[in-house]
């Protein structure tokens, strides 16, 4: 004799019912809640710790109209991995991964972040890591290099900043740096070509 149900499972009522419960109820989702931590829709939110920058208000407590291009000296999870540590004390707003251009941001652009070494140009300025070592061209990819100008255009037209070298700096420009990234090996000629037609 088959004795198939006539009525629903007590599983498929509860999730029948949990598919009727508005959405304003329900708990923000992971992606929702990324979006409303990134400041760069393209970018994944991987926050540095909070000990490892300043918290702000920008551009109304500072004017933003930098963006400071900086190169890793380290992987791109390692990167991450240091700025998550609160004894580091460093932190930059964008990270930028070299095989692909995935953008990870760290710090959100209203806070300040701690990667310039000096702090006038940190609270005057966005930070962008690229994955990758001063030395090894190899690690500036056509991805890094197209991801990257995107979200500088993105960061000059939210802010007002011109799309030159005068205010798309190396880490080495800044005033007391003892730095040398992005390094000889930069290529600012096709970055600020890129960025001006992103």
Known sequence: MDRTRRFPSRRRLLQGAAAAVPAALLPVGHADAQALAVDYPAAEWVPASTSNYTAANRPSTYPIDYVVIHVTQETYADTLAIFQNPARKVSSHYVVRSQDGHIAQC????????????????????????????????????????????????????????????????????????????????????????????
């Open 107 to 198: 710090v959100r652009d209203r806070n300040v972040g701690w990667h310039a070494g000096n702090w006038t140009y940190n609270t005057r300025s966005i930070g962008i890591e690229h994955e990758g070592w001063v030395d090894k061209p190899q690690y500036f990819t056509h991805a890094m290099y197209e991801r990257s100008a995107a979200l500088t255009a993105a960061v000059c037209s939210k802010y007002g900043i011109p799309r030159d070298r005068e205010h798309i700096i190396g880490h080495h420009q800044v005033p007391g740096s003892d730095h040398t990234d992005p390094g000889p090996y930069w290529d600012w000629t096709r970055y600020i070509r890129l960025v001006n037609f992103a």
